[in-house]
């Protein structure tokens, strides 16, 4: 069975510092991974894909196939940046296996 | 073009009883998933479904169950309540062309609880 762990729960930076959410999965195969995002107040959406290879709202994420990881990072954290996000992955269908999430808190 | 609508928004049932939840998918999206949130145990994926056709489910037992109309509006069932079942229940939907995008279209959720 798939398995995503984002081991913190809640991470607090200030802004205009670097921002790093980790995200570790466990699947044999290839995953597909990806990181949903949820404002206050509005619904879960995705952030980004790892197989896009795109940058949104400055945020990026490598896949790491020999660490199994596929951490967020942004270099400047924004105080809009403040949100629920959740690693997730899939495989090959619409079953997506989603981490418990980290709240991230950006401190003005 | 209008969002992923889930009725009724709230809902309280008491033990036993059984409740039905309904989505209705961004016009064009043809697959529904079903995810189960809450604080213990974060999003459980449920069920999916594409043309009336479940095609994929996730660890629940058999009091769980859902199902898909031709206009792809789907409901979900839970029958027999149990206090564990107290959860926001998330329906998405996807624009299904054959390979997963993995891009799902949340709704608000239906929380669901059980007294």
């Known amino acids: 069975a798939q398995r995503v762990t984002q081991p913190e729960k809640l991470l607090s930076v200030f802004k205009g510092a670097p921002v790093e959410l980790k995200c570790n999965y466990s699947y044999s195969g290839s995953p597909e991974l990806f990181w949903y995002v949820q404002y206050s107040r509005q619904r879960l959406q995705l952030l980004l894909r790892h197989i896009s290879r795109e940058s949104i709202k400055g945020f990026t994420a490598d896949l790491n196939k020999g660490e199994t990881s596929f951490h967020l990072k942004k270099p400047f954290a924004q105080e809009e940046d403040s949100a629920m996000y959740y690693c997730a992955s899939g495989a090959g269908s619409y079953q997506l296996t989603f981490g418990k999430g980290t709240k991230l808190s950006v401190i003005p | ?115």
């Open chain 2, 1 to 115: 073009k209008a969002g992923v609508t889930q009725t009724p928004r709230y809902l309280i049932k008491t033990r036993g009883q059984q409740v039905t939840l309904s989505c209705s998918p961004i016009s064009g999206h043809r697959s529904v998933s079903w995810y189960q949130q809450t604080p213990g145990q974060g999003l459980q994926f449920l069920f999916e479904y594409f043309s009336e056709t479940q095609r994929n489910k996730g660890n629940f037992p058999g009091r769980f169950s859902g199902r898909q109309f031709s206009n792809s509006r789907s409901e979900m069932n839970v029958s027999t309540l149990e206090l564990g079942d107290s959860a926001l229940y998330l329906c998405a939907s996807s624009l299904d062309v054959g390979k997963n995008t993995g891009e799902l279209f949340f709704g608000e959720g239906s929380r669901l609880t059980v007294l």
